[in-house]
């Protein structure tokens, strides 16, 4: 079993440094956030890379920064220009993240994206959050990636695949499923006297 969580902590290792130049990167550092006593890899706030770069005590490259966020260049970027938005409070991923906080991060995605397709020449760009260990979550602090894109980059090997339209009897089990989550878990944030009002047609 040991044997099994060292080489987990290690591929996490190896995945975390190609986020970072090797000249600045601290195999410590990287260990630490990555491994943890959690079953799903969650790292604690003082462990966290985003967390010592928020903190000044890990090197980046800010292009914004406010009260609530920043922004950095990815040092392993998909594409020239690749950057990432983080709040600057620790959460480990979008669902424990304060919809006021995603609010405040999402609010500054055009004025952010703009400079960056400015600046990069581009004219397109993806958003992209990848929220649990499966969606290829590395650093479990959350964060936005604007990825810029250029006509036939093929950056997404998805991009060439076909795709099948939903059956009519799976979609409708789909949608009543999602509705039904929804109205649980809007039931439940009103429970606790901070929910929204959601509608549901």
Not at 99 to 111: E, F, G, R, T, Y
Not at 127 to 139: E, H, P, R
Request: aromatic content about 6%; overall charge negative; hydrophobic content about 40%.
């Amino acid at each position: 079993m040991e044997a099994t969580a060292t080489a987990t902590a290690l591929r996490r290792l190896s995945l975390l440094s190609s986020h970072f130049p090797t000249h600045c990167f601290s195999p410590q550092v990287a260990f630490n956030c990555s491994s943890s006593s959690s079953t799903d890899g969650e790292n604690q706030e003082n462990g966290c890379v985003f967390c010592l770069i928020v903190r000044g005590e890990a090197p980046a490259l800010k292009v914004y920064e406010d009260d609530v966020c920043l922004c950095i260049l990815d040092a392993n970027p998909l594409c020239f220009g690749h950057s990432l938005v983080i709040p600057k409070s620790h959460f480990p991923s979008l669902q424990e993240t304060p919809p006021s906080v995603v609010a405040a991060m999402s609010s500054k995605l055009p004025l952010i994206s703009s400079a960056v397709m400015k600046a990069t020449g581009c004219d397109s760009f993806n958003l992209l959050v990848n929220n649990g260990a499966a969606a290829g979550q590395v650093i479990y602090h959350t964060h936005i990636h604007i990825i810029p894109r250029k006509a036939s980059d093929c950056l997404w090997t998805s991009e060439s695949l076909n795709r099948c339209p939903l059956k009519s009897d799976e979609a409708l089990k789909l949608a009543d499923g999602i509705r039904e989550n929804l109205s649980f878990l809007n039931n439940f944030e009103d429970s606790k006297g901070q929910g929204s009002s959601l509608i549901v047609n």
